[in-house]
């Protein structure tokens, strides 16, 4: 049954729908499993369909968010299957007090009208964010939550979209950028929160691998 559901995949073009890097772990798994062609959009700006930096709001629901993404990605490479991937975070249903990160993985597969699915939720996740008034502050939230290895961002205030630092390297870079926001007139304090964005978060990418593995499971299965 594997082997006949493959074949229905199997030398077809797929484009994912990405401009994160989520192809690092989505690829992989749907080359292997399915025997499709990847193909990664270079100019897909999946970034109108909704930022988790916060300067434009997302475009609908989750999955509504995931499916705009992928069709809009199969019709500018004139392909008639796709992946998107779309992540979002909220109280954990069953831990008090938890953020949980849900990741949605979405194939469409037009040929056949197929539309599946697969999930991955976790409480695991470096979500965060507070107010620095100085650079040793933003220093040491910067070590808990894992920079440079996951991306930082800094705001002039939590609800700033336009007042904002992001794709921060390193520590040099970070000192630099905190120092000069924080010497700004009439500023005594700075948000400083972590990059959810999937190629600045190794813990979220991980989740999307896993939710991928669920997509797979749920293709190849009756």
Do not use: C, W
Request: avoid cysteine; charge should be positive.
């Amino acid at each position: 049954m594997l082997k006949t559901i493959a074949n229905l995949f199997k030398g077809r073009k797929l484009v994912i729908a990405t401009k994160h890097e989520k192809e690092r772990v989505i690829s992989p798994l749907l080359e292997k499993h399915l025997g499709v062609q990847i193909i990664i959009p270079r100019q897909f700006d999946s970034d109108k369909f909704g930022t988790f930096t916060k300067e434009i709001k997302r475009a609908g629901t989750q999955l509504e968010a995931a499916r705009a993404k992928v069709l809009a990605a199969m019709i500018s490479e004139g392909v008639d299957l796709g992946v998107s991937s779309e992540g979002s975070f909220g109280a954990d249903p069953s831990i008090p007090f938890t953020q949980s990160n849900l990741e949605l993985v979405l194939f469409i597969d037009k040929k056949n009208s197929y539309e599946i699915r697969g999930h991955y939720q976790t409480a695991v996740t470096n979500l965060a964010g507070q107010y620095v008034a100085t650079v040793a502050e933003a220093l040491h939230f910067a070590q808990k939550v894992g920079f440079p290895h996951h991306g930082i961002i800094l705001r002039k205030s939590e609800n700033n979209h336009s007042a904002i630092e992001k794709n921060i390297q390193n520590e040099q870079e970070l000192v630099e950028k905190a120092s000069k926001m924080l010497s700004r007139f009439f500023t005594k304090r700075i948000f400083i929160e972590t990059d959810m964005r999937a190629h600045k978060n190794p813990t979220r990418m991980q989740g999307i691998e896993i939710a991928t593995k669920d997509l797979i499971k749920n293709i190849t299965s009756l």
